[in-house]
């Protein structure tokens, strides 16, 4: 299984073990990475990913083994110790202050010294350093809430190296970027490989382990199943062996069949809390019998055009017709006995409540349904439905009474999305199915889904996976600035959206 | 970091971290006693003697336990929906005039029994009318409930006063109290309670009121885990955005909770009012709304446990008073210390031991004979 870099090795694990309780999340992990690579590390949600990539950064220590940093042996106990010793950290979800400048970003936690004054000016002539060597341009006083997200990124790997990184640990780092700032930063980084830094890529998406590592480890299940030199693999075994089975990466999906319009959006514009212009002026109307994706980069709309359309925002203008119905002034229980379910965006903060059992999730929203008791709850009726539901959408552990933080990302989407589906909805609005879901799981939701639009209801589908909405949608509207840019169809080609969604073509 | 979402089997986070807490805040109260020249131990019996040693000891511990549940309880009701609620002060304060109202309008007619609910019903409206202010400032206006509530304990005991001073006082006498209700308006001593364990009640105030405290834990339980309101609460409690989602409407459920929450409080009223004293008093809540915190605190908000922690401090203060009697280096103030130190360790700093007892704990799973 060990498999042996030519190179020196930058990084070594040798035996690293951890539990916590009676998780396994990892089991005697070995990996080598060489000096000057780009190292990627894929496996489904849970297969201990993170947990690993913590004990690197000191967040976690492991149980037992040991970690060889240029040969030597260290000891991280921290965040610090991990600096000092080499590794910075991209996380997934960026580490900066907002309303500082980059500078100060740059700078945070790396002061040198009680005043700020020296530090400044070391820090500025070190900035134009590491732009001078690894083409990383970004002025160094603008503030940070003024920058797209890929400069933002950008500023987190120049963190890592004003802190004097040689190793960089990206987590899921192209999850918010458009394709042509993921191609950007793919750059970036090969730059730095050939500067000689080594890069250890987190990632689920098998295509980004294609396209840029040198070598790399799947993970299932807290081990290392295998580690491969990427050009001697394909996409085809990466997913087999993080799943452990054979699966599909195609949607086979047939002929739309579109009916009467069951939702139209008719000149909706929505504010957020701040009394910006999230959604401006959009029209759309989706038919009974397909699917319409809504592509766009995070963060042009589509979550407040979401939460409008549910009922859950109240639109500042433009009319929103559900069956026929307008909506105005519904609030999301009556619109859900209108017809319309709504797997949200992010089932951490809506879609469950995590310290709730299963089955407690299992009626979120529809609760005060008369099948659930009057007053009381009928504790009977409502885990008799919940466990019908684990087994038919195979939620894992198979547990009504476990609490919903305890079950993996996967099985807690399924919660949502069986709660949703099972109601038989005749318009179903989806955001981000698959967010953080692992591959077979992916692989059964986007079935479901695809069911759902073939019973003849309509479905809207929001996501920020290109691939997603191109292997799902019949028809394809992009978002950019709160405007409906253009619309494609399904069969449209990524580089057309791509474009479309960094606003340069319509 | 690491420690804090490690799950840990009920036996230990619901009896092991309590017990540990607890005995730490003995051992450090114990030092203080120590320090002040008295022996702890010494202390330590006679707190547990006074408390629990004799019959009457029993019936006070228990009278203070009664109105502890039901500030707890009016405390957990409110942190179940995500409500802060520390002005069950102000809002057992008011219930007592409900209570007063209906006692001195009926004892003269009708038998105890049958002035009982309606005095039930006119401290909950009265307690919870005190709660429907700071209640509808934060439905409708974003006014932080803890802030209005706070501040209405200071309104309440102003009105108080008033009412005392010039409406209720007996014409002619000095203490600003309302006159004696007949037996009418009293609530039983429960003596057969501790003559069942082979105790004397004696003077002790311990009443029917206690009996109420119960079945309002069961009702409070009841609809918290089992009705839907009390699942839009929870959701709303933990998760504000699924609440929303999920189309619970923010302010009925703030309303309704805050109403309820008051209530429970002004039924507090119905233990000192109508079954110790038999006359509205004037402060007569004497703080039992604040400690209703730390009871909720300590007993997770759950019915049970707030039934253990209410004793706990009953017991803390009938024993701490017959300690302040028997020692008199120890003076009330010392007590109060010592009620700090439970409300410190077992409230503040509950999670102060955790990390180092899920460490103990997982060292115990893995070896060989606890792990599986």
Same mark, same amino acid.
């Given at each position: 299984? #060990?498999?042996?870099?030519?190179?020196? /090795?930058?990084?070594?694990?040798?035996?690293?073990?951890?539990?916590?309780?009676?998780?396994?999340?990892?089991?005697?992990?070995?990996?080598?990475?060489?000096?000057?690579?780009?190292?990627?590390?894929?496996?489904?949600?849970?297969?201990?990913?993170?947990?690993?990539?913590?004990?690197?950064?000191?967040?976690?220590?492991?149980?037992?083994?040991?970690?060889? =940093?240029?040969?030597?042996?260290?000891?991280?106990?921290?965040?610090?110790?991990?600096?000092?010793?080499?590794?910075?950290?991209?996380?997934?979800?960026?580490?900066?202050?907002?309303?500082?400048?980059?500078?100060?970003?740059?700078?945070?936690?790396?002061?040198?010294?009680?005043?700020?004054?020296?530090?400044?000016?070391?820090?500025?002539?070190? $900035?134009?350093?590491?732009?001078?060597?690894?083409?990383?341009?970004?002025?160094?006083?603008?503030?940070?809430?003024?920058?797209?997200?890929?400069?933002?990124?950008?500023?987190?790997?120049?963190?890592?190296?004003?802190?004097?990184?040689?190793?960089?640990?990206?987590?899921? /780092?192209?999850?918010?970027?458009?394709?042509?700032?993921?191609?950007?930063?793919?750059?970036?980084?090969?730059?730095?490989?050939?500067?000689?830094?080594?890069?250890?890529?987190?990632?689920?998406?098998?295509?980004?382990?294609? +396209? =840029?590592?040198?070598?790399?480890?799947?993970?299932?299940?807290?081990?290392?199943?295998? *580690?491969?030199?990427?050009?001697?693999?394909?996409?085809?075994?990466?997913?087999? $062996?993080?799943?452990?089975?054979?699966?599909?990466?195609?949607?086979?999906?047939?002929?739309?069949?579109?009916?009467?319009?069951?939702?139209?959006?008719?000149?909706?514009?929505?504010?957020?809390?701040?009394?910006?212009?999230?959604?401006?002026?959009?029209?759309?109307?989706?038919?009974?019998?397909?699917?319409?994706?809504?592509?766009?980069?995070?963060?042009?709309?589509?979550?407040?055009?979401?939460?409008?359309?549910?009922?859950?925002?109240?639109?500042? #203008?433009?009319?929103?017709?559900?069956?026929?119905?307008?909506?105005?002034?519904?609030?999301?229980?009556?619109?859900?006995?209108?017809?319309?379910?709504?797997?949200?965006?992010?089932?951490?903060?809506?879609?469950?409540? $995590?310290?709730?059992?299963?089955?407690?999730?299992?009626?979120?929203?529809?609760?005060?349904?008369?099948?659930?008791?009057?007053?009381?709850?009928?504790?009977?009726?409502?885990?008799?439905?919940?466990?019908?539901?684990?087994?038919?959408?195979?939620?894992?552990?198979?547990?009504?009474?476990?609490?919903?933080?305890?079950?993996?990302?996967?099985?807690?989407?399924? =919660?949502?999305?069986?709660?949703?589906?099972?109601?038989?909805?005749?318009?179903? =609005?989806?955001?981000?199915? *698959?967010?953080?879901?692992?591959?077979?799981?992916?692989?059964?939701?986007?079935?479901?889904?695809?069911?759902?639009?073939?019973?003849?209801?309509?479905?809207?589908?929001?996501?920020?996976?290109?691939?997603?909405?191109?292997?799902?949608?019949?028809?394809?509207?992009?978002?950019?600035?709160?405007?409906?840019?253009?619309?494609?169809?399904?069969?449209?080609?990524?580089?057309?959206?791509?474009?479309?969604?960094?606003?340069?073509? +319509? | 970091?690491?420690t804090a979402?490690v799950p840990l089997p009920g036996w230990i986070n619901y009896g092991v971290i309590p017990l540990i807490n607890l005995a730490l805040a003995f051992f450090f109260s114990g030092i203080v006693v120590w320090a002040i020249g008295e022996n702890p131990f010494e202390a330590l019996q006679l707190l547990l003697v006074g408390a629990l040693g004799r019959g009457e000891g029993i019936g006070f511990t228990l009278f203070y336990t009664t109105s502890f549940i039901f500030t707890g309880l009016s405390v957990a009701v409110a942190i179940h929906?995500?409500?802060f609620n520390i002005g069950s002060e102000g809002q057992a304060y008011l219930g007592g005039?409900?209570a007063a109202?209906?006692?001195?309008?009926?004892?003269?007619?009708?038998?105890w029994?049958?002035?009982m609910?309606?005095a039930v019903?006119?401290a909950a409206?009265?307690g919870?009318?005190?709660?429907?202010?700071?209640?509808?400032?934060?439905?409708?206006?974003?006014?932080?409930?803890?802030?209005?509530t706070i501040?209405?304990n200071?309104?309440?005991s102003?009105?108080?006063?008033?009412?005392?001073?010039?409406?209720?006082?007996?014409?002619?006498?000095?203490a600003?109290e309302?006159?004696t209700f007949?037996p009418?308006g009293q609530l039983p001593k429960l003596d057969w309670l501790i003559a069942m364990f082979g105790g004397k009640l004696g003077a002790a105030p311990l009443n029917f009121s206690f009996l109420i405290a119960l079945i309002m834990c069961f009702l409070v339980w009841v609809l918290i885990w089992?009705?839907?309101?009390?699942?839009?609460?929870?959701?709303?409690?933990?998760?504000?955005?699924?609440?929303?989602?999920?189309?619970?409407?923010?302010?009925?459920?703030?309303?309704?909770?805050?109403?309820i929450s008051g209530g429970l409080a002004g039924m507090m009223a119905l233990n000192p009012v109508m079954g110790a004293s038999a006359r509205l008093q004037i402060e007569f809540v004497g703080g039992a709304g604040f400690v209703g915190i730390a009871v909720s605190l300590m007993g997770r908000n759950h019915p049970a446990g707030i039934v253990l922690s209410a004793l706990l401090f009953g017991i803390l203060y009938q024993g701490g008073a017959e300690l302040s009697f028997d020692m008199p280096a120890i003076t009330r103030d010392m007590i109060v210390v010592i009620q700090g130190m439970v409300i410190l360790f077992a409230g503040a700093l509950e999670y102060m031991l955790r990390p180092a007892i899920v460490r103990a704990y997982q060292q115990f799973a893995?070896?060989?004979a606890g792990?599986?």
């Amino acid at each position: 299984m #060990s498999f042996e870099p030519a190179k020196e /090795p930058a990084i070594e694990l040798v035996g690293i073990d951890k539990k916590f309780g009676a998780v396994h999340a990892n089991k005697n992990i070995n990996l080598t990475v060489a000096k000057g690579s780009i190292h990627g590390i894929i496996g489904e949600n849970g297969a201990g990913k993170s947990t690993l990539m913590s004990i690197l950064y000191g967040f976690y220590q492991a149980d037992e083994g040991e970690i060889r =940093i240029s040969g030597k042996p260290v000891t991280i106990r921290d965040s610090q110790a991990a600096i000092s010793s080499g590794i910075g950290m991209v996380h997934q979800h960026f580490m900066l202050v907002e309303n500082f400048t980059v500078l100060e970003n740059v700078m945070l936690g790396a002061e040198g010294g009680q005043l700020l004054r020296r530090g400044v000016a070391s820090a500025r002539k070190e $900035l134009k350093r590491l732009e001078a060597d690894y083409g990383l341009d970004v002025d160094p006083d603008a503030v940070i809430e003024e920058l797209p997200v890929g400069r933002q990124q950008r500023v987190e790997i120049l963190k890592a190296l004003y802190r004097g990184a040689e190793i960089l640990i990206l987590d899921e /780092p192209t999850g918010v970027l458009t394709p042509p700032e993921a191609d950007h930063l793919f750059k970036v980084l090969r730059v730095l490989r050939d500067q000689g830094k080594t890069i250890i890529l987190i990632t689920h998406k098998l295509r980004e382990i294609m +396209a =840029i590592t040198d070598t790399v480890s799947v993970m299932r299940r807290g081990e290392i199943v295998a *580690t491969r030199k990427t050009a001697d693999t394909t996409v085809e075994e990466l997913a087999e $062996l993080m799943v452990g089975r054979r699966v599909l990466l195609r949607v086979e999906k047939g002929e739309a069949d579109p009916g009467k319009v069951l939702l139209s959006v008719k000149n909706l514009t929505v504010k957020d809390s701040r009394g910006v212009t999230m959604v401006d002026d959009v029209s759309f109307e989706v038919r009974a019998g397909e699917i319409v994706g809504i592509a766009g980069v995070a963060g042009n709309g589509q979550s407040e055009l979401l939460e409008a359309i549910a009922g859950i925002r109240k639109p500042s #203008s433009g009319e929103i017709i559900v069956n026929g119905q307008s909506i105005a002034g519904s609030d999301p229980a009556m619109l859900r006995a209108l017809g319309l379910a709504h797997i949200p965006e992010d089932r951490h903060h809506m879609g469950l409540v $995590l310290k709730f059992e299963e089955y407690e999730n299992s009626i979120l929203g529809y609760h005060r349904d008369r099948r659930y008791g009057g007053a009381m709850l009928d504790l009977d009726a409502i885990r008799k439905q919940a466990e019908e539901q684990i087994v038919k959408y195979d939620i894992r552990p198979p547990n009504a009474r476990l609490k919903t933080a305890n079950f993996s990302g996967g099985n807690q989407q399924k =919660i949502v999305v069986a709660r949703e589906i099972e109601r038989d909805p005749d318009v179903l =609005i989806i955001g981000q199915p *698959t967010r953080g879901v692992d591959i077979g799981a992916i692989e059964f939701i986007h079935k479901r889904i695809i069911d759902t639009r073939d019973a003849g209801k309509a479905v809207l589908l929001v996501s920020v996976e290109l691939d997603e909405i191109r292997s799902l949608s019949d028809r394809i509207l992009v978002m950019f600035a709160g405007k409906v840019v253009g619309e494609k169809s399904g069969e449209a080609g990524e580089q057309t959206l791509g474009l479309m969604m960094a606003g340069i073509a +319509a | 970091m690491s420690t804090a979402s490690v799950p840990l089997p009920g036996w230990i986070n619901y009896g092991v971290i309590p017990l540990i807490n607890l005995a730490l805040a003995f051992f450090f109260s114990g030092i203080v006693v120590w320090a002040i020249g008295e022996n702890p131990f010494e202390a330590l019996q006679l707190l547990l003697v006074g408390a629990l040693g004799r019959g009457e000891g029993i019936g006070f511990t228990l009278f203070y336990t009664t109105s502890f549940i039901f500030t707890g309880l009016s405390v957990a009701v409110a942190i179940h929906s995500g409500l802060f609620n520390i002005g069950s002060e102000g809002q057992a304060y008011l219930g007592g005039l409900g209570a007063a109202l209906v006692a001195l309008s009926l004892d003269a007619y009708v038998p105890w029994y049958v002035t009982m609910p309606f005095a039930v019903i006119g401290a909950a409206l009265f307690g919870a009318a005190c709660a429907a202010i700071p209640a509808w400032l934060q439905a409708k206006r974003g006014s932080h409930v803890v802030i209005t509530t706070i501040m209405f304990n200071f309104i309440v005991s102003s009105l108080m006063n008033y009412v005392l001073v010039h409406m209720l006082i007996v014409p002619g006498k000095m203490a600003p109290e309302s006159r004696t209700f007949l037996p009418g308006g009293q609530l039983p001593k429960l003596d057969w309670l501790i003559a069942m364990f082979g105790g004397k009640l004696g003077a002790a105030p311990l009443n029917f009121s206690f009996l109420i405290a119960l079945i309002m834990c069961f009702l409070v339980w009841v609809l918290i885990w089992r009705t839907k309101l009390g699942y839009e609460m929870r959701t709303l409690g933990i998760s504000p955005s699924a609440a929303s989602y999920a189309g619970i409407g923010y302010s009925k459920i703030v309303m309704i909770t805050m109403l309820i929450s008051g209530g429970l409080a002004g039924m507090m009223a119905l233990n000192p009012v109508m079954g110790a004293s038999a006359r509205l008093q004037i402060e007569f809540v004497g703080g039992a709304g604040f400690v209703g915190i730390a009871v909720s605190l300590m007993g997770r908000n759950h019915p049970a446990g707030i039934v253990l922690s209410a004793l706990l401090f009953g017991i803390l203060y009938q024993g701490g008073a017959e300690l302040s009697f028997d020692m008199p280096a120890i003076t009330r103030d010392m007590i109060v210390v010592i009620q700090g130190m439970v409300i410190l360790f077992a409230g503040a700093l509950e999670y102060m031991l955790r990390p180092a007892i899920v460490r103990a704990y997982q060292q115990f799973a893995r070896s060989p004979a606890g792990g599986r």
